[in-house]
């Protein structure tokens, strides 16, 4: 990307999404037809091919850029950086069997398209079994696939040594956080600290400081350019999570392509959940307790918990922070000299990250 100005970004990363996207598809399609054919359930290659073929490809695109900051643009570390997109797949996969979540991208949720085949053709057992079961391994081959398409990407062992550490520390967090979301209950109201923490772990890094090492580490760069993006991709990584937390529940289904308000219906412990209810007031607060205890929750009661919200400053609360963590990036890319034009992607990253449609 030498010599891009600012205003041809839009259409790079265009490019790179849609090489990134081409690229699994090129991976998976022969695996679904002979591996995956052979599984007995004919419609798993048909559900992975279609699921893979969205994404905003962030990850990839991340990583990429931490590539481009040691080397210059290549084939087999474009396809390296793509297989990020399976290794979301996986996550996606299982986190909407862990959130019963019914939509993902638009269309229903793998798992309920696999328990629709199940019930249509009036096979045993609990056709909700079999889609959460059906969903959970085909994300397991996806977690298989993405660390195959990465050691298979052409690039030479040397650089993909510098990888795996990195590689296995991000999937290592991906996991503890999920787990310790799963654990954590709103009805506890957990400190907003350890929400924070938890989406560090199981969203920030995994989206953004990861992948920017591990492109960087396979690039051969120093030790303070992995630190530089190390604190800008904690800051990015974090600014992301908390737009999401506001999207979850103010974001529409075509921005997010998930119910909307869908963090209210799981009652997840959200940087802006946990935020309103420590700005509220007395009587608001306990309106907001009645909620989280509620044992369902109508599209009355969930309009009135948004207006609940809204009335204490929560989101505006989770704005500032979004800000200042954008700030805190792009000053960590002023202080590690990332040169130009990297620095200019990586700052219109941030915006992107930070900024996401509602």
Known sequence: MRGLGAGQLDSWRTGLRSAALSRVAEFVAPRCADELGACGVDVAGDILLQFVAGGK?????FMYLGWLCGEPDSDAALTAAASLELL????????DVMDDSERRRGRPAAHVQFADWHRRRGLSGPSR??????????????????????????????????????????????AIGQFA?????????????????????????YTVRRPLEIGAAMAGCDELVLATLASYGSDVGEAFQLRDDILGIFGSPTATGKPNSGDLIERKATSVVVAAHRLADASTRRQLRELFAADRLDDAAI????KLI??????????????????????????????????????DMAGLCAGRAA
């Not at 309009?303 to 948004?306: F, I, L, N, T």
């Open 303 to 306: 309009e009135h918990w948004r």
């Open 88 to 95: 979301h797949a996986f996550a996606l996969l299982q986190d």
């Open 129 to 174: 079994r079999f889609g959460e079961s059906a969903a959970v391994l085909l994300g397991d081959l996806c977690l298989i696939w993405a660390e195959q398409m990465l050691r298979d990407s052409g690039l030479p062992h040397h650089r993909l040594a510098r990888a795996w550490p990195r590689y296995d520390a991000m999937r290592t967090e991906l």
């Open 310 to 347: 809204l009335a204490t400053g929560a989101v505006q609360w989770v704005e500032g922070l979004i800000a200042d963590r954008v700030g805190a990036a792009r000053k960590a890319l002023e202080r590690g000299m990332i040169r130009h034009p990297l620095a200019d992607a990586l700052g």
């Open 181 to 205: 979301d799963l654990a954590t209950d709103l009805r506890d109201l957990p400190p907003l600290e350890a929400v924070l923490e938890v989406a560090r772990l199981k969203s920030g890094n």
């Open 57 to 61: 490809c962030l990850r990839s695109t």
